[in-house]
């Protein structure tokens, strides 16, 4: 990994509403929980004094979901956490959480490099190539519905039949190329 990124800054507002700083609009609580499911690290300050509330607000983002029935943590796990600062040393939890979160993380880069690794695909002269051109012709055929839906583009000037022969087109030429490794 190259540069770590650097997290998204939310500012708290005394009206307690939350300003994403790099898009210059408020964001609720559940835009926050798709920034981080995307990826993203955040942080939430307060606009006045400064004090970093992100924590607060990412133990908001877990209760709120677990009030509506989505059980985040098992409750022996809750019980756990609870128990685990009641007594002396407790302040080791934090740490022995954060190690188990980033051994998982490891392990899951690890199976998904070793999967990749498995395909046989993967090794054919081109694969990455073939690859996009399906992910296009994929989203041509979807209308763009796979999740980044957008309203078309009203200043196009090729109408959509011609993007849709340009990848048949293009659709063929890979067939022939995959023909000829054969």
């Not at 059980?71 to 128990?83: A, E, G, T």
């Not at 993380?105 to 498995?118: D, F, H, L, P, T």
Request: net charge negative; charged share 25%.
């Amino acid at each position: 990994m190259a540069e770590q990124e650097k997290p998204l800054l939310i500012k708290r507002y005394a009206s307690r509403r939350l300003y994403n700083t790099e898009t210059s609009d408020y964001v609720t609580l559940e835009d926050i929980a798709g920034f981080i499911r995307d990826g993203r690290e955040v942080q939430i300050v307060d606009l006045k004094s400064g004090d970093d509330l992100t924590r607060q607000y990412l133990l908001q983002i877990i209760a709120e979901h677990e009030s509506r029935g989505e059980n985040v943590l098992p409750v022996n796990v809750l019980n756990d956490l609870v128990r685990s600062y009641m007594l002396p040393g407790g302040g080791m939890m934090p740490q022995f959480l954060q190690s188990s979160f980033d051994m998982l993380r490891e392990s899951q880069a690890k199976v998904v490099k070793n999967m990749n690794a498995m395909n046989p695909m993967t090794q054919i002269p081109g694969f990455d190539a073939l690859k996009a051109q399906q992910e296009a012709f994929l989203k041509a055929m979807t209308g763009g519905l796979s999740g980044n839906w957008s309203a078309p583009d009203q200043d196009a000037e090729e109408a959509p039949g011609e993007d849709l022969d340009e990848i048949k087109k293009q659709l063929a030429e890979l067939q022939q190329k995959l023909s000829k490794l054969s």
